[in-house]
């Protein structure tokens, strides 16, 4: 069964540019969540959406949106671009299901540089 | 909020020595641990997880861990460690309602000495 992928693996922006990232869960997995690695902030979560809605969201701020679409396929934007965004953009899917103990598996990221 | 801590931020060990990485979670309730893996420019490997029940847990690659509430620990273990477990690990929990929310640790950067 193939991974979690996601599209692009780099990417380099400038600042006030907006970008959009995508992920393709695990077949099956209909659940994916966003988080976004620093060096000085480490992971953070950003946000989770299940069958095409956000069920969760971290603590950033409303540039950071995202969307999942029916295949379960989902993306990410932010917008306005600042240096600090610059990081590697973690997705990870599972399959959720009520009352089951689940995992999440991580894609490879997509590093993001904003110049 | 829940929170984890992850008190060594570098370890250096020997190729053939055990290993113990430490974490400490504050949850109140019963968490739900992870232990990932990180090779440089890659994404998270999970290694193992506790839900529930038997408190050491097996997973992949030879390492194990050990659930403990009284101490609010989880901490990782391999008793042989090897040239390729270098690399970069981290400790999340997550909890029953938002579990696909981890919370990780700031990770424990593993060097192994040939």
């Known amino acids: 069964k193939a991974g979690v992928t996601q599209t692009p693996r780099y990417l380099i922006k400038t600042r006030g540019q907006q970008v959009t990232l995508s992920c393709s869960p695990i077949?099956?997995?209909?659940?994916v969540s966003w988080y976004q690695q620093t060096p000085g902030q480490g992971l953070q979560f950003l946000f989770e959406?299940?069958?095409?809605?956000?069920?969760n969201k971290g603590n950033f701020p409303g540039r950071f949106s995202g969307r999942q679409f029916s295949n379960s396929r989902s993306e990410m934007n932010v917008s306005t671009l600042e240096l600090g965004d610059s990081a590697l953009y973690l997705c990870?899917?599972?399959?959720?299901?009520?009352?089951?103990?689940?995992?999440?598996?991580f894609g490879p990221g997509t590093r993001l540089l904003v110049l | 909020a829940q929170s984890v801590t992850q008190p060594d931020i570098h370890i250096t060990v020997s190729e053939g020595a055990s290993l113990e990485l430490r974490c400490n979670y504050s949850?109140?309730?019963?968490?739900?641990l992870f232990w990932y893996v990180q090779s440089p420019g890659q994404g998270l490997q999970l290694l193992l997880k506790y839900f529930s029940g038997d408190t050491l847990v097996q997973g992949i690659k030879g390492f194990e861990a050990e659930f403990k509430r009284s101490q609010s620990s989880f901490n990782l273990r391999k008793p042989s460690v090897h040239w390729s477990d270098a690399a970069e690990y981290f400790c999340?929990?997550?909890?029953?309602?938002?579990?696909?929310?981890?919370?990780f640790g700031s990770g424990t950067r593993l060097q192994v000495q040939p």
């Open positions: 990870a899917s599972s399959i959720r299901l009520a009352g089951v103990e689940e995992t999440q598996y």
């Open positions: 959406y299940f069958s095409e809605t956000q069920r």
């Open positions: 999340a929990v997550g909890r029953y309602t938002g579990r696909r929310a981890l919370t």
């Open positions: 949850y109140g309730a019963t968490p739900y």
């Open positions: 077949s099956g997995h209909r659940s």
